[in-house]
């Protein structure tokens, strides 16, 4: 939270980070429950106006059996988009030609660019073009450039650390939401849970129990014991 200091009369001036302490009298202290005196020389209740903090809670054992990615909602150049990923795995930001059609975009909305992506395999190639929209979500709104690709993917947009980090965002698939600021202040995006429900790909993965975190001695590891579906490369039809 800010505290304007001497604002101009049009709301501009400078501002500055304000801690503030208040000692609260007796008389507005919760009676003692015997009829002990108690010393209120060193309780005081303290109201801290810094930039809002975020704070992750461990999750219950039957809430983090799960391997989930992070979906959330939102809107790109005003049009609402679901279905949108976000992959602090990604260096940048991806969007497949078919939602680049669905958006009204055509070859001359795109910026030529140079850029080259590489699959699993090593395989590289070019990207269609760059373009840049208005991507909103939740309140936020941000200038977000996006590499267009004709592959396909389990998405309809692909956040990686660009956005990430231009957002100022920590994402946890964990806790399946996206924590942003918003200014000084918090706001808590919850995971896309519609995705969850229309996917069934999404719904094993909920159901899907974690490999890592016991010990196990096998001669052959079966994935079916986990319940883990075959995993599709970004941008590709074949699965391995």
């Known amino acids: ?25 007796t008389e507005f202290h919760a009676p003692s429950s015997d009829d002990e005196e108690v010393d209120f020389s060193d309780q005081i209740a303290q109201l801290a106006l810094d930039p809002m903090t975020a704070i992750f809670k461990k999750p219950a054992d039957d809430e983090r059996q799960h391997l989930k990615a992070l979906f959330v909602k939102g809107t790109a150049d005003g049009q609402p988009m679901t279905k949108i990923l976000v992959d602090g795995g990604a260096a940048i930001n991806i969007m497949p030609y078919a939602v680049y059609r669905n958006l009204g975009k055509g070859d001359q909305d795109s910026t030529k660019t140079d850029m080259m992506l590489k699959d699993f395999e090593e395989n ?30 389990a998405y309809n947009l692909l956040l990686g650390r660009d956005w990430i980090h231009a957002n100022c965002c920590i994402p946890s698939t964990l806790h399946q939401c996206l924590v942003q600021w918003v200014g000084d202040k918090i706001e808590i995006v919850p995971g896309d849970s519609s995705h969850v429900i229309a996917s069934v790909e999404a719904d094993t993965y909920e159901r899907t129990r974690c490999i890592s975190g016991e010990i196990w001695e096998k001669d052959f590891l079966k994935v079916a014991d986990y319940e883990i579906p075959p995993i599709q490369a970004v941008g590709s039809d074949e699965e391995f």
């Open 1 to 25: 939270m800010r505290i304007l200091a001497n604002p101009d009369p049009k709301g501009k001036g400078p501002s500055t980070d304000v801690n503030m302490i208040f000692m609260l009298p």
């Open 124 to 153: 590289v190639s070019p990207v269609k073009g760059a373009i840049c929209v208005e991507l909103t979500i939740d309140s936020k709104t941000l200038p977000t450039t996006f590499f267009v690709i004709s592959g396909k993917g």
